[in-house]
């Protein structure tokens, strides 16, 4: 007795392959970066970097001494880092949000 076409139609196109994240995960060289696009999110990387610069920005507009002093020191690091992303920490949030993740989907391969 044969296969029946209805569920072993190897003619539909939709079957000829997976989904697209489960085609991602089974290939080696595909990186979590589509994977992580498609749910949305950004890297560890970018988002450690992300928090890292609105963290400074909230304590720099804080009117408490002791954090300012503090952040002073840690100023040209917080430079590099807005650098690399093309934003400045003077930013609104949601500039800084948007540009970050500008930049996470341009590593994104088409």
Excluded at 26 to 53: E, G, H, V
Excluded at 66 to 84: A, E, F
Excluded at 99 to 105: D, I
Aim: charged share 15%.
């Amino acid at each position: 007795m044969g296969k029946p076409s209805a569920v072993y139609n190897t003619t539909h196109h939709d079957h000829d392959r997976p989904c697209p994240v489960v085609e991602c995960m089974l290939d080696q060289l595909c990186s979590a970066k589509p994977l992580l696009f498609y749910c949305n999110t950004m890297s560890a990387s970018f988002l450690a970097d992300q928090r890292k610069i609105i963290f400074y920005k909230q304590t720099m507009c804080s009117g408490n001494i002791v954090l300012n002093t503090i952040c002073r020191l840690y100023h040209n690091d917080i430079r590099k880092i807005c650098s690399s992303y093309n934003v400045t920490y003077h930013s609104s949030i949601a500039h800084i949000k948007q540009t970050m993740w500008y930049h996470f989907m341009r590593l994104i391969p088409n």
